[in-house]
């Protein structure tokens, strides 16, 4: 860059023996924190979380593509003609429509004002509501709800724990529960390991982690193919994995084992939770039905556009696109009342500050299994452009890694165990560790980053909706878009399966291979058959099926996968193990379609960075996809009761 801010000014990176990097987002200038509409004053001047975000971070047209002039938007930003207005009173950081202008901005609405000003009071109606809605229902019911499990009293003490926290914080910062820990690590944790030589520091975190692994993954009594024999598979299936990443990786003496270390022992210690408590049990399972009711109430829209009996019919057009629409328009009215940008903020400072990576990997990995691999880029676009290589590589394998929730809500409808996929799901969030602990084991850092030593969200106003209704309905035109595009892939990518398969087939007779006949799912199965062995499948004729099942993932896509594991004959004999842990597998984008999505939409996003990212998209893609192995041997490793996720109880509704 040609501009060198004062080092003064500059915010450094807490990288060690890197080159300084002038680009402008590390001023200090450019940072400032930016007035929440829920946020009273005290609230968020404690907030104190290293969470910034930026203007005047990058230069130049090829960084960030210019906006279409028809845009519906630009009414109401600022541009750099409005600023040259002698009338205009232009405040760059509200965005406030110029006096000049008769246009008003759609954002200051009145009951906005109204709002910020009486929000304390909206704030405690809302809670006491909510506050008597569940002591009503401890005094009608008790502590068992009759319409769920024995434990019903964990649901609603939950949901109003939930609401109670974020109204709390809307007015208390957050540094009330986050200091005295700080504090207490710091007196704790960081005295005793400064008292270990520096040498024996990782060798004990590694010993610490595997004993984690073998003492969660053997104590537990066996069950019918849950054998310790099996699980011992599963773990050196996992052993094998990570050997395999640091054999190949390109630089084995740039490795941060910290970030290692910790990825994998966060991923095992959640699905220790997930899978081996009652709790966690109970919580997915509450999850899994909140998904099925959302189906249903899908189901009520189609029924009204075409007739009661369509979608008993489980054709995929009317009983699983639908469905996808509808999640997809929830997602986006989430997004603009700042739901989901809450979790994904704590998500990220949790990857943050304990698995010490930059601040753009940590809001991508922590944003992707909400909005999937595409959107989640989009969230950091004017640093894609100054992203390093081992930084790319990380973005596009934390959209491999893992699933978006709009499609999860399609695979229940496919008629994948909900429960399975509903914890496959939220270790496939804790999969996010484990993918950004590959990432790093197979492409380390080396360069100095933008965003390391502080998480950096930009502002983005594009597209921004005026109000719920209006983002209710650009969901419902993008869900349309999605359903769209997952109607016209499968159609295609099983097209040209059936005549690769057709061709392979008439190939096949003439040296006399009949049975079973040579088809692609043939061929990739006997290369992904080490890898469902691997995963700890049991020996017992489900490899070679589990194998196919992966490949196919693989090579077509996780819907292709999922449809033949629930409709094809040949996979109805799979042992509840192999179910299960195949389940787990294909629960990622890990494709060849995704490769180009990837590619498509960081290329579009920073030009420039092209050849860089088709360089890496390959390595990233593998990477991804044996991040999402890593959850399939934790779940082989961890599960006894494989039976209890695919009874009649478990699955449906």
Same mark, same amino acid.
């Given at each position: 860059?040609?501009?060198?801010?004062?080092?003064? /000014?500059?915010?450094?990176? *807490?990288?060690? !023996?890197?080159?300084?990097?002038?680009?402008?987002?590390?001023?200090?200038?450019?940072?400032?924190?930016?007035?929440?509409?829920?946020?009273?004053?005290?609230?968020?001047?404690?907030?104190?979380?290293?969470?910034?975000?930026?203007?005047?971070?990058?230069?130049?047209?090829?960084?960030?593509?210019?906006?279409?002039?028809?845009?519906?938007? !630009?009414?109401?930003?600022?541009?750099?003609?409005?600023?040259?207005?002698?009338?205009?009173?232009? /405040?760059?950081?509200?965005?406030?429509?110029?006096?000049?202008?008769?246009?008003?901005? *759609?954002?200051?609405?009145?009951?906005?004002?109204?709002?910020?000003?009486?929000?304390?009071?909206?704030?405690? @109606?809302?809670?006491?509501?909510?506050?008597?809605?569940?002591?009503?229902?401890?005094?009608?019911?008790?502590?068992?709800?009759?319409?769920?499990?024995?434990?019903?009293?964990?649901?609603?003490?939950?949901?109003?724990?939930?609401?109670?926290?974020?109204?709390?914080?809307?007015?208390? *910062? =957050?540094?009330?529960?986050?200091?005295?820990?700080?504090?207490?690590?710091?007196?704790?944790?960081?005295?005793?390991?400064?008292?270990?030589?520096?040498?024996?520091?990782?060798?004990?975190?590694?010993?610490?982690?595997?004993?984690?692994?073998?003492? #969660?993954?053997?104590?537990?009594?066996?069950?019918?193919?849950?054998?310790?024999?099996?699980?011992? &598979?599963?773990?050196?299936?996992?052993?094998?994995? =990570?050997?395999?990443?640091?054999?190949?990786?390109?630089?084995?003496?740039?490795?941060?084992?910290?970030?290692?270390?910790?990825?994998?022992?966060?991923?095992?210690? !959640?699905?220790? %939770?997930?899978?081996?408590?009652? &709790?966690?049990?109970?919580?997915?399972?509450?999850?899994?039905?909140?998904?099925?009711?959302?189906? #249903?109430?899908?189901?009520?829209?189609?029924?009204?556009?075409?007739?009661?009996?369509?979608?008993?019919?489980?054709?995929?057009?009317?009983?699983?696109?639908?469905?996808?629409?509808?999640?997809?328009?929830?997602?986006?009215?989430?997004?603009?009342?700042?739901?989901?940008?809450?979790?994904?903020?704590?998500?990220?400072?949790?990857?943050?500050?304990?698995?010490? $990576?930059?601040?753009?990997?940590?809001?991508?990995?922590?944003?992707?299994?909400?909005?999937?691999?595409?959107?989640?880029?989009?969230?950091?676009?004017?640093?894609?452009?100054?992203?390093?290589?081992?930084?790319?590589?990380? $973005?596009? @394998?934390?959209?491999?890694?893992?699933?978006?929730?709009?499609?999860?809500?399609?695979?229940?409808?496919?008629?994948?165990?909900?429960?399975?996929?509903?914890?496959?799901? %939220?270790?496939?969030?804790?999969? =996010? *560790?484990?993918?950004?602990?590959?990432?790093?084991?197979?492409?380390?850092?080396?360069?100095?980053?933008?965003?390391?030593?502080?998480?950096?969200?930009?502002?983005?106003?594009?597209?921004?909706?005026?109000?719920?209704?209006?983002?209710?309905?650009?969901?419902?035109?993008?869900?349309?878009?999605?359903?769209?595009?997952?109607?016209?892939?499968?159609?295609?990518?099983?097209?040209? +399966?059936?005549?690769?398969?057709?061709?392979?087939?008439?190939?096949?007779?003439?040296?006399? =291979?009949? /049975?079973?006949?040579?088809?692609?799912?043939?061929?990739?199965?006997?290369?992904?058959?080490?890898?469902?062995?691997?995963? #700890?499948?049991?020996?017992?004729?489900?490899?070679?099926?589990?194998?196919?099942?992966?490949?196919?993932?693989? $090579?077509?896509?996780? %819907? $292709?996968?999922?449809?033949?594991?629930?409709?094809?004959?040949?996979?109805?004999?799979?042992?509840?193990?192999?179910? +299960?842990? &195949?389940?787990?597998?294909? @629960?990622?984008?890990?494709?060849?379609?995704?490769?180009?999505?990837?590619?498509?939409?960081?290329?579009?996003?920073?030009?420039?960075?092209?050849?860089?990212?088709?360089?890496?998209?390959?390595?990233?893609?593998?990477?991804?996809?044996?991040?999402?192995?890593?959850?399939?041997?934790?779940?082989?490793?961890?599960?006894?009761?494989?039976?209890?996720?695919?009874?009649?109880?478990?699955?449906?509704?």
């Amino acid at each position: 860059m040609s501009i060198t801010p004062d080092v003064r /000014d500059h915010d450094s990176s *807490p990288q060690q !023996i890197v080159i300084q990097n002038n680009d402008p987002a590390l001023q200090n200038s450019h940072e400032h924190h930016r007035d929440h509409m829920h946020y009273n004053a005290h609230a968020e001047k404690g907030q104190g979380d290293g969470v910034n975000n930026s203007y005047g971070a990058t230069f130049g047209d090829d960084t960030i593509p210019h906006q279409d002039s028809q845009d519906h938007d !630009i009414h109401r930003r600022r541009h750099a003609d409005m600023a040259k207005e002698p009338a205009a009173a232009v /405040d760059l950081e509200q965005g406030t429509m110029s006096p000049s202008r008769s246009e008003e901005d *759609p954002q200051t609405h009145p009951f906005s004002n109204f709002y910020k000003r009486y929000r304390t009071f909206f704030h405690l @109606c809302f809670w006491i509501v909510f506050t008597g809605w569940w002591i009503a229902g401890l005094l009608l019911h008790g502590i068992h709800d009759p319409l769920s499990s024995n434990t019903g009293w964990l649901k609603p003490f939950l949901f109003w724990l939930g609401i109670s926290l974020r109204i709390v914080f809307f007015h208390v *910062p =957050i540094t009330v529960i986050t200091k005295p820990i700080h504090w207490a690590w710091e007196k704790t944790g960081v005295r005793l390991s400064e008292l270990l030589p520096n040498r024996f520091k990782i060798p004990l975190a590694a010993l610490l982690t595997v004993s984690v692994f073998l003492i #969660g993954g053997f104590t537990s009594p066996e069950s019918e193919d849950n054998t310790r024999d099996n699980r011992a &598979v599963s773990l050196f299936g996992l052993a094998v994995f =990570i050997s395999i990443l640091y054999a190949t990786s390109r630089n084995r003496k740039a490795v941060n084992w910290h970030t290692v270390i910790v990825g994998m022992l966060v991923q095992f210690i !959640i699905a220790l %939770f997930v899978l081996r408590s009652g &709790v966690g049990y109970d919580i997915f399972n509450f999850i899994s039905e909140l998904a099925r009711d959302l189906l #249903g109430f899908a189901n009520q829209g189609t029924i009204f556009l075409t007739a009661e009996s369509v979608p008993l019919t489980h054709w995929f057009i009317v009983s699983t696109l639908p469905a996808v629409i509808f999640f997809v328009a929830l997602v986006q009215l989430c997004f603009y009342n700042g739901i989901f940008q809450w979790f994904i903020r704590k998500f990220a400072i949790i990857f943050f500050w304990s698995m010490r $990576v930059s601040g753009a990997e940590a809001v991508v990995a922590a944003a992707s299994p909400f909005i999937g691999q595409g959107e989640s880029a989009m969230l950091i676009k004017p640093f894609v452009e100054h992203l390093t290589q081992a930084e790319l590589h990380q $973005v596009m @394998c934390s959209g491999f890694a893992t699933i978006a929730g709009s499609v999860l809500i399609a695979y229940i409808s496919l008629g994948v165990n909900a429960q399975a996929l509903v914890s496959s799901y %939220f270790i496939g969030v804790m999969s =996010i *560790p484990a993918s950004l602990a590959i990432s790093k084991l197979r492409y380390p850092e080396t360069e100095e980053t933008l965003t390391t030593g502080r998480i950096v969200i930009p502002d983005e106003d594009e597209h921004k909706a005026a109000n719920s209704l209006h983002a209710f309905a650009n969901g419902a035109w993008l869900g349309l878009k999605i359903a769209g595009m997952i109607l016209s892939t499968l159609l295609c990518i099983i097209a040209l +399966l059936g005549l690769a398969n057709g061709l392979l087939t008439w190939w096949g007779r003439f040296l006399n =291979i009949n /049975d079973p006949p040579l088809t692609v799912e043939l061929i990739v199965g006997y290369i992904c058959y080490p890898i469902a062995f691997l995963l #700890g499948v049991p020996r017992n004729g489900d490899l070679l099926k589990v194998a196919q099942l992966i490949g196919t993932k693989l $090579v077509a896509n996780e %819907f $292709v996968a999922y449809t033949a594991l629930q409709t094809d004959p040949a996979y109805a004999d799979l042992s509840s193990r192999s179910r +299960l842990i &195949v389940t787990y597998a294909l @629960c990622g984008f890990a494709n060849i379609g995704s490769l180009g999505t990837q590619i498509g939409v960081l290329s579009q996003i920073a030009p420039g960075r092209g050849g860089d990212v088709s360089r890496l998209a390959l390595s990233a893609l593998i990477s991804g996809a044996l991040s999402t192995f890593t959850s399939a041997s934790i779940a082989g490793l961890l599960v006894t009761d494989q039976a209890a996720y695919f009874t009649p109880s478990a699955s449906s509704s």
